[in-house]
């Protein structure tokens, strides 16, 4: 039987076998307060080895020192590539292909902070926020559409196969 147990306003459904946790007399819903100092599951704790975030941090602000290394226009087109590619990849998961979904967010990511990055630049040249956003209309507009890199490695892949059928 599992007793219905709300903590942190959330509904969980435990079996009888985890002590700590009140019975009530009916097999309800029991609503507890937030209890913020003691683990609601003592039994199921997770384990996160801390080194890990250490290396993650270490990788981030490597990348950050590489991308202020970068000009602005260098960023700009990087951006638009980075879009590109972003868009080959939801294209390629509506279509059913087998990719990594860890892809999408690293390259968000990677977006976002090559555009704080930029931003980061105007405010120090004492762009606004206003005039900022009218700069980054205008630069879009002015984008010619190129293909993502990995579109352009697809054809010459399929260049070179329709090269050696035809040899």
């Keep these: 039987m599992l007793n219905s147990v709300a903590s942190a ?6 079996p009888k076998a985890f002590p700590g946790i009140s019975k009530s007399s009916f ?8 209890r913020s100092s003691v683990e609601p599951y003592p039994q199921m704790k997770s384990y996160r080895h801390p080194a890990s975030s250490v290396v993650m941090m270490a ?6 020192k590489e991308i202020r290394g970068k000009s602005t226009e260098e960023i700009n087109e990087e951006v638009v590539l980075l879009k ?10 509506s279509v059913g292909n087998e990719l990594k979904s860890s892809e999408f967010r690293r ?7 090559m ?17 900022s956003r009218k700069l980054d ?4 507009k002015s984008i010619v559409p190129k293909p993502p890199p990995t579109l352009l490695r697809l054809r ?6 329709e090269a050696e059928k035809a040899a």
Excluded at 137 to 140: M, S
Excluded at 156 to 161: C, G, K, S, Y
């Design 9 to 14: 306003s959330t509904i969980c459904f435990l």
């Design 27 to 34: 097999n309800g819903i029991q609503i507890r307060g937030i």
């Design 59 to 64: 990788k981030r602000e490597e990348e950050l």
């Design 84 to 93: 590109g590619e972003l868009l080959m990849l939801r294209l390629q998961k």
């Design 107 to 113: 390259m968000r990511k990677r977006i976002a902070r």
């Design 115 to 131: 555009l704080t990055v930029k931003r980061e630049r105007e405010i120090e040249e004492g762009i606004n926020k206003r005039l």
């Design 137 to 140: 209309r205008k630069w879009k």
């Design 156 to 161: 010459a892949e399929e260049a070179a196969r």
